[in-house]
T-cell receptor
Framework: AQTVTQSQPEMSVQEAETVTLSCTYD???????LFWYKQPPSRQMILVIR????KQQNATENRFSVNFQKAAKSFSLKISDSQLGDTAMYFC??????????????WGLGTSLAVNP | NAGVTQTPKFRVLKTGQSMTLLCAQD?????MYWYRQDPGMGLRLIHY???????AKGEVPDGYNVSRLKKQNFLLGLESAAPSQTSVYFC??????????????FGPGTRLTVT
């Protein structure tokens, strides 16, 4: 069975600094998808970034980037120039690449990030 | 374009009461999901649907039923509420035309308390 582990329940960073959130996963699949979602205090879940396993290039979305290490089954999220609005719970999620109707995400337990002024 | 909406936003139930949570999406998405979120447990999938008229069980389906009579709506029912069902419930939808990298769009959540 696939599992997703986020080993840092809580983290904090000073405004304008860089922080990295870790995520590891376990799978025997060769192709799959990985996601980072953000849940601010408003509770709204928002997609931050996604990565397809067969793509070697790390995904980047503005200040957010990932370090995808397929062999190590690691998918960390780097937030550069942290802003107060980045304060949120961050969830890592995994989805198998599969035809048919099995489109379920497997979620980590989340990392609570506080950006301090 | 409202995205994914959930009704109600808050509800308090007594043990044994029933209720239905409504999820609606206006993005013509095929897939819809119901999750519950509890402290320290992350998001757990209750039921999901891959199209109108279809439903399937997720990780924690016991005590819940669902229906997808219309493509845009996905209903979650609690027939006899229990305190263990106190949680925040999220609905999500995705288009899923592609190979699986489809973003799930989430509703704002429903906070349910069962006393």
């Amino acid at each position: 069975a696939q599992t997703v582990t986020q080993s840092q329940p809580e983290m904090s960073v000073q405004e304008a600094e860089t922080v990295t959130l870790s995520c590891t996963y376990d799978t025997s699949e060769s192709n799959y998808y990985l996601f980072w979602y953000k849940q601010p205090p408003s509770r709204q879940m928002i997609l931050v970034i996604r990565q397809e396993a067969y793509k070697q290039q790390n995904a980047t979305e503005n200040r957010f980037s990932v370090n995808f290490q397929k062999a190590a089954k690691s998918f960390s999220l780097k937030i550069s120039d942290s802003q107060l609005g980045d304060t949120a719970m961050y969830f890592c999620a995994f989805m198998k690449h599969e035809s048919g109707n099995n489109r379920k995400l497997i979620w980590g337990l989340g990392t609570s990030l506080a950006v301090n002024p | 374009n409202a995205g994914v909406t959930q009704t109600p936003k808050f509800r308090v139930l007594k043990t044994g009461q029933s209720m239905t949570l409504l999820c609606a999406q206006d993005m013509n998405h095929e897939y819809m999901y119901w999750y519950r979120q509890d402290p320290g447990m992350g998001l757990r999938l209750i039921h999901y649907s891959v199209g109108e008229g279809t439903t399937a069980k997720g990780e924690v389906p016991d005590g819940y039923n669902v229906s997808r009579l219309k493509k845009q709506n996905f209903l979650l029912g609690l027939e006899s509420a229990a305190p263990s069902q106190t949680s925040v419930y999220f609905c999500a939808s995705s288009y899923s035309l592609g190979q699986g990298d489809d973003e799930q769009y989430f509703g704002p959540g429903t906070r349910l308390t069962v006393t």
